[in-house]
């Protein structure tokens, strides 16, 4: 059923009783209080308490130094004045001039509307091709996101016909240590603009994609929805603003959670 945002609770629990012997935890939380790394630490400290109840121990939780509202008022305090300036004039000059919109093309036409109805795609690399990348990172002083980053980019300038290309990809931005141990909604989305005029090779591609993500991530406070707010795109109801198509590179491990 939908949350209520107004009400709450906006973290639902329920015990499913498969047999005598098997019982399903099932956790739903609404995506306004977590994030990809809320969910880690939210499955990791329930597993911890668990293992400490079947053993007969007392199950105990490290104490948190902040607490979610506490990281608000810091960043309301900190993001202003001089300081909200400076990033948001970081953002003024990266994306001065973008273009509108992606204009990739589609096989049937554009509603004018989003419908958000979509699809998932599957596939698997050939074996060797992540050495590869990590190897090309490496001796490019980059990062495998980087190197995917700059490629991704080249795919989408090919199949557009536009040498300039802006690309979303979500940060975690938790740049405080206090943070790391808080369920919340922390991740912000930042806007990865590539230059592809001039016919350049890919190792310069990898650098520029290397200095516009050290760029963005230095300047990565400022909400999403304030940088649109700030730079008030041409707006299209059948399309976001600022970009149309997101990275993102999840290589966290994520081990299977093992229980007592």
Not at 205 to 210: D, E, G, I, K, T
Request: hydrophobic letters at 40%.
């Amino acid at each position: 059923r939908p949350f209520d945002l107004e009400r709450g609770p906006l973290l639902r629990t329920a015990l499913v009783k498969v047999s005598e012997q098997e019982h399903v935890l099932v956790l739903v939380m609404h995506h306004i209080v977590s994030d990809g790394w809320s969910m880690g630490i939210l499955v990791k400290e329930v597993v911890g308490l668990y293992e400490a109840y079947a053993q007969g121990r007392e199950a105990v939780l490290p104490e948190l130094p902040v607490q979610y509202a506490d990281y608000a008022v810091w960043q309301r305090d900190w993001l202003k004045g001089e300081v909200l300036e400076a990033q948001l004039e970081y953002w003024r000059q990266q994306l001065k001039g973008a273009p509108r919109a992606l204009e990739l093309p589609t096989d049937k036409p554009r509603p004018a509307v989003q419908t958000f109805r979509g699809d998932t795609r599957g596939f698997q690399w050939r074996k060797g091709l992540w050495e590869g990348v990590k190897g090309l990172a490496q001796r490019e002083g980059a990062t495998p996101f980087m190197v995917l980053l700059a490629a991704w980019q080249t795919v989408l300038s090919k199949y557009s016909g536009q040498d300039d290309v802006c690309v979303g990809s979500a940060i975690a931005n938790r740049t405080r240590a206090e943070t790391e141990g808080l369920i919340g909604f922390f991740v912000n989305t930042l806007v990865l603009r590539a230059k592809l005029d001039g016919n350049p090779t890919f190792r310069q591609l990898v650098a520029q994609a290397r200095e516009v993500t050290l760029g963005a991530y230095a300047h990565q406070e400022v909400p999403f929805e304030r940088l649109v707010e700030e730079l008030q795109p041409e707006r299209d109801m059948s399309r976001g603003p600022l970009f149309q198509v997101m990275f993102v590179l999840q290589n966290a491990p994520g081990g299977a959670v093992k229980l007592p």
